[in-house]
């Protein structure tokens, strides 16, 4: 049996859930609940960005679930772990995020949990995203992945006692063992 095609508006018209659910190219995805692990770090790294975000006046942070809508036309809807969204760009946040974040953020688990990584960085890139970090807990390392003319521009790990160099956010002094608890 072939599962059911839905529009974005089909989507985003259903009742909600707390699982993490995407649609992909008119197709739903749907996973598990994450891990306590996960969430968090999660958590972590939400505190850590709200802090920043709030002190510095650069924009607003939003932990998943939360719609992000890339492609209204194709059905590309996902849900990244965290999500930034610069000030000079508040406008793109409605009931969800309608067009691509300055930054998205994917804490990496043991098991994929929907779709590919190598997957979801070429819809971030494709889609205007200027930014993801794949975040590895155990590692405690936090790897930047820049974007720029629909491709991946740049990959650099940081190590738990290395500073971050964001370009979304560069004032961020932080590490990813300060961030991350053990």
């Known amino acids: 049996m072939t ?16 699982l993490p659910q995407e649609l992909i190219f008119g197709y ?8 306590w692990w996960h969430q968090d770090v999660v958590g972590d790294l939400y505190v ?8 510095t006046g650069v924009g607003r942070v939003c932990m998943s679930p939360v719609d992000v809508v890339l492609d209204q036309e194709s059905g590309l809807v996902v849900q990244p772990d965290l999500v930034v969204v ?19 953020i994917e804490v990496l688990s043991p098991d994929v949990r929907i779709g590919s990584l190598e997957e979801r960085l070429s819809w ?3 889609y205007g995203i200027r930014e993801c970090w794949l975040v590895r807990r155990v590692a405690r390392e936090i790897e930047i992945v820049d974007f720029a003319d629909g491709a991946i521009a740049s990959r650099q790990r940081i190590g738990p006692d290395d500073r971050m160099q964001s370009c979304v956010l560069p004032d961020l002094n932080a590490t ?4 991350i608890s053990s």
């Open 124 to 126: 971030f890139a494709r």
């Open 3 to 18: 599962a059911p095609r839905f529009t974005t508006d089909d989507y985003l018209g259903k009742p909600p859930t707390r």
């Open 86 to 104: 610069r000030r000079e760009r508040q406008h793109i946040i409605r009931q969800r995020v309608c067009g691509a974040p300055d930054l998205v």
């Open 48 to 55: 850590c960005l709200r802090r920043h975000l709030e002190i």
């Open 176 to 179: 990813p063992g300060s961030i």
């Open 28 to 35: 739903v995805r749907d996973a598990p609940a994450p891990s």
